[in-house]
């Protein structure tokens, strides 16, 4: 009898142990319910506010700094192709427009997760040039394994020779 009382309270701990780490796993509308997801819409992100898509790609803001705005969503990266400095601190802000995704950096530490009706901010400095693939790193569907885009990391001065609009984006290749 011990043993078994023993047994539900571990089953219990690890329950709330993966619902403090997976909480963006729970239901879209009842995690609105319960008051979590004061960010973005997932259904009206293209309409309105942070994440229309001429404010999509790489944005400077004062001082030098560098904003990266995202969205990930059923099996792409929007854009899908982003080209950024070396060296220096870049804010990455990025959202979902159905489900949770996960940018991830091949060959770095570097990952944030996208969750719709969220923005997940994280800033990173990319020391060297070289190219990255971003794969998805979370299971998210049918397309989940193709689901990759792609940073350019290039020499700061290149960058700042680059026209506004190559800055922000660039094209997979
Ligand atoms: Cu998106 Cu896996």
Known sequence: MKKKTGFIAAMILVGLALLSTRYYMVDLPVWHFLGGGNGPDPA???LQGEFVESNLG????PAGSLTVRMIAQQFVFVPQCIVVPAGV?????ITSADVVHELSFLGTNYGLKA?????????FTFAKAGEFKIPCHEFCGAGHYAMRGHLDV???DQFASML????RTCEPR
């Open 115 to 123: 969750v719709p009706g969220e923005v997940t901010e994280a800033t």
């Open 44 to 46: 009206t992100l293209h």
């Open 89 to 93: 601190a870049i804010t990455f802000r």
């Open 164 to 167: 506004p609009g190559a800055r």
């Open 58 to 61: 790489a944005a400077e803001g």
């Open 154 to 156: 290039v020499p700061r």
